[in-house]
């Protein structure tokens, strides 16, 4: 089904990141509600070109774990992707507004994560590259998913993704230190995303204050990790987000290791209400 500028209504602007806009769209023939977003693409054609061509492997991801792609479309220096519109919205919104994510929900969250990322590694060779609350999604059946995962090699060098893609306080020490992305850089982001959303605040500094960007990259290379407080949280959540948040690569945890930790083969046993939950975090 090609899609086109033309087919949709604008129904809502969702956000807005640094990379561009989000709207809340209708197609409006088939009558499917999307979410769109906007990506300016600061390069020739060609490269645009390449860029579309780069994410037809989307149409081939299907993991329950995995916001869906219905396509993608050029519009002057514009790219448009159109996705599975996500009603309850991400993780950094619904905890911003309703506080700290219970410990039971947030370890089906954890799974729903792990098991994305081992899916698009596995199937793919795709590391995600920009983990963080804000490209997790829920909706109000209770499914969780992630999105905006490195799709393109181009669109990760292209300058105005790059620049943004590429500069993340989720970024793990290696990568701010220069060295490539490995599926290990999407644990130590996964391991600052469990720390947020228990704790309802962004991890770092650890007393709380602000750092701007250039700081806070020193501090995360140069500082010790910070430690959940003690005694709050389950031991085997803190062990787990230990093995996700060491500074060295070669003691971090892969995907598939964690998958095997006793905090997520727990979650398998575990019956949590989502949908219960979901619906009563909606926007
Ligand atoms: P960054 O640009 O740094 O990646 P971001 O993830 O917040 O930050 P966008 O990816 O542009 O920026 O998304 C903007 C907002 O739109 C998100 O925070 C999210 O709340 C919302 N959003 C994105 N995709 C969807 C979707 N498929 N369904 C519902 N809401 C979405
Ligand atoms: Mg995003």
Same mark, same amino acid.
């Given at each position: 089904?090609d ?15 640094n ?5 809340k #769209?209708?197609? %409006? ?13 600061? =390069?020739? !054609?060609?490269? /645009?070109? +390449?860029?579309?061509?780069e994410? +037809? ?13 219905? *396509? =993608? ?5 514009d ?19 309703n506080?700290? @994510?219970?410990?039971?929900? !947030?370890?089906?969250?954890?799974? =729903?994560? %792990?098991?994305g ?24 059946? *209770? ?6 995962? *490195?799709v ?13 893609v ?5 970024? $793990? ?9 490995? %599926?290990? $850089?999407d ?10 959303l228990?704790? *309802? ?14 700081? !806070?990259l020193?501090? @995360?290379?140069?500082?010790? &990790? ?11 959540? +803190? ?5 996700? #948040?060491?500074?060295? &690569?070669?003691?971090? =945890?892969?995907p598939s ?14 019956? #949590?209400d ?8 909606? /926007?």
């Amino acid at each position: 089904l090609d899609l086109r500028s033309e087919d949709f209504s604008e129904l809502d602007e969702l956000g807005r990141g640094n990379g561009g806009t989000v709207c809340k #769209v209708l197609h %409006v023939r088939t009558k499917t509600v999307m979410a769109k977003k906007t990506i300016h693409v600061d =390069a020739n !054609l060609n490269v /645009r070109k +390449q860029i579309m061509r780069e994410m +037809q492997f989307m149409h081939d991801c299907n993991s329950k774990h995995i916001v869906s792609f219905y *396509g =993608a479309y050029m519009n002057g220096g514009d790219i448009l992707i159109c996705m599975e519109y996500m009603d309850v919205g991400s993780l950094d919104k619904i905890y911003k507004k309703n506080g700290p @994510i219970p410990m039971d929900v !947030l370890k089906k969250i954890t799974y =729903a994560i %792990v098991d994305g990322l081992i899916y698009l590694y596995d199937n793919h060779r795709i590391i995600h590259r920009d983990l963080k609350p804000s490209n997790v999604l829920v909706n109000s059946q *209770g499914q969780i998913k992630i999105c905006d995962f *490195g799709v393109s090699g181009q669109l990760n060098k292209n300058s105005v993704a790059d620049t943004f893609v590429g500069t993340s306080s989720y970024m $793990s020490p290696e990568r701010i230190l220069g060295s490539p992305y490995s %599926v290990k $850089s999407d644990v130590w982001s996964l391991g600052i995303t469990l720390m947020e959303l228990a704790l *309802g605040r962004f991890p770092f500094p650890p007393d709380g204050g602000s750092l701007a960007i250039f700081e !806070l990259l020193q501090h @995360i290379v140069h500082e010790p &990790v910070p430690t959940l407080p003690d005694g709050k949280f389950p031991a085997n959540f +803190q062990d787990f987000v230990s093995k996700c #948040v060491a500074k060295d &690569v070669t003691a971090r =945890a892969t995907p598939s290791e964690l998958m095997k930790h006793p905090y997520l083969v727990s979650s398998l046993t575990e019956k #949590v209400d989502l949908e219960k939950w979901a619906q009563s975090q909606a /926007r």
